[in-house]
């Protein structure tokens, strides 16, 4: 059974730094593209960044691009999204996700479009 775990959300002042962890278990990391995704309320879900499994590249959408670093540590199955320079546009439930079938993606948004897991998300709110 797959399962993600996310942690570390929670309410920080625009123009500060948030540290997503993903922990997952019964899933090797390494054999398929991971990421994260939002979803603010009243808006639809929206692809923020994933790690590609067929050429280890990372990829961000366009709003979080130069803010935002994806990284992971396949050994352990964990993902860190290290969130910088945040604005309350960027407020949102955050869930880390798995493409389980891994598609050779570039764009943020097929990935989304692929994702078969995902955790229950943590929150993060940003003040103005």
């Known amino acids: 059974e797959v399962q993600l775990v996310e942690s570390g959300g929670g309410l920080v002042q625009a123009g500060g730094s948030l540290r997503l962890s993903c922990a997952a278990s019964?899933?090797?990391?390494?054999?398929?593209?991971i990421g994260w995704f939002r979803q603010a309320p009243g808006k639809e879900r929206e692809g923020v960044s994933f790690i590609s499994a067929s050429n280890g590249n990372t990829y961000y959408a366009d709003s979080v691009q130069g803010r935002f670093i994806l990284s992971s540590d396949n050994a352990k199955n964990t993902m860190t999204l290290k969130m910088n320079n945040l604005k309350p546009e960027d407020m949102a439930v955050y869930y880390c996700?798995?493409?389980?079938?891994?598609?050779?993606?570039?764009?943020?948004?097929?990935?989304?479009?692929?994702?078969?897991?995902w955790g229950e998300g943590t929150l993060v709110a940003v003040s103005s």
């Open positions: 996700a798995v493409d389980y079938f891994p598609g050779t993606y570039t764009r943020v948004g097929e990935f989304e479009a692929g994702m078969n897991f």
């Open positions: 019964g899933i090797a990391f390494a054999d398929h593209n």
